[in-house]
């Protein structure tokens, strides 16, 4: 007699994944997904796709999924949170699409405490353009707009997205994550389900910062590119729990 050891989660369509091999989207929308169908939120909860690598993000989730223009999704979700208050809303951006153009998006939303939850895929990289320099990209970090890789001098140093948006009194949790093996992704989980389950007591704003590998970009193969961001992206963006207050 066959066991089933193992089934797709509820949260996710039967649909193809068109990202490349090695990218960490599908770990995370796997994450969501399973922590949606946990909560029983699949046939209510709206999510809010971002324009980059995971703009069909919609094709895969089997929740009501919108589309926003590039780096509005929080205020998109700022709209449909307010006017549907009790069910969870996400959005699920990746570095280029909050970090730059929707930067003033995501601070103000964080600023405002609204009532949803982010999930922020950190690859340090524009990934669905062809590899130019993000926000989060790491200092001597090689991308096609940085050929010779990025420099404190001319760009900036890298963005802590994370830390940034913790000075605000409306973000009520954040933690990065990682998902390079089990056990991090275990975490990473752990603190998917928090960030919704905080949401759905709505205390605030909560964050899921996700350090994911990009080999296409990096100019890498998987195993290579999962070694890199352990060595390379952990040390500037160390894991754990950046925030989490409790609401009187």
């Known amino acids: 007699m066959r066991k089933t050891i193992y089934e797709k989660s509820t949260g996710l369509q039967d649909t193809e994944l068109h990202y490349c091999p090695g990218c960490s989207h599908g770990i995370v929308h796997k994450l969501v997904a399973e922590t949606l169908a946990e909560m029983n939120a699949v046939e209510t909860a709206i999510g809010v796709c971002p324009v980059g690598c995971s703009v069909f993000a919609g094709n895969y989730f089997a929740c009501d999924m919108i589309e926003a223009a590039h780096g509005r999704a929080p205020a998109v979700a700022t709209a449909v949170k307010r ?139 998987i195993k290579e590119a999962n070694e890199w961001l352990i060595s390379h992206m952990i040390p500037y963006y160390p894991l754990g729990v950046i925030k989490d207050v409790e609401v009187p």
């Not at 994370?162 to 954040?174: C, F, I, N, Q």
């Not at 275990?186 to 919704?196: E, L, N, S």
């Not at 007591?201 to 909560?206: H, I, K, P, Q, S």
């Open 83 to 221: 006017t549907h208050p009790e069910v969870p809303v996400f959005t699920y951006q990746g570095d280029g699409d909050l970090a730059s153009i929707g930067a003033a998006e995501i601070v103000h939303a964080a600023m405002r405490g609204e009532k949803f939850t982010t999930i922020f895929i950190n690859n340090a990289i524009y990934g669905m353009t062809g590899g130019q320099m993000a926000p989060t990209t790491l200092i001597g970090q090689r991308a096609t707009t940085a050929p010779s890789g990025r420099t404190a001098e001319q760009a900036g140093n890298p963005m802590r997205v994370s830390e940034m948006l913790a000075t605000l009194d409306g973000l009520v949790y954040a933690e990065r994550v990682c998902v390079t093996d089990i056990s991090h992704l275990m975490k990473a989980k752990r603190a998917i389900k928090k960030a919704f389950t905080r949401q759905m007591n709505n205390d605030g704003f909560t964050f899921v910062e996700v350090l994911c590998s990009c080999p296409t970009n990096w100019g890498m193969d």
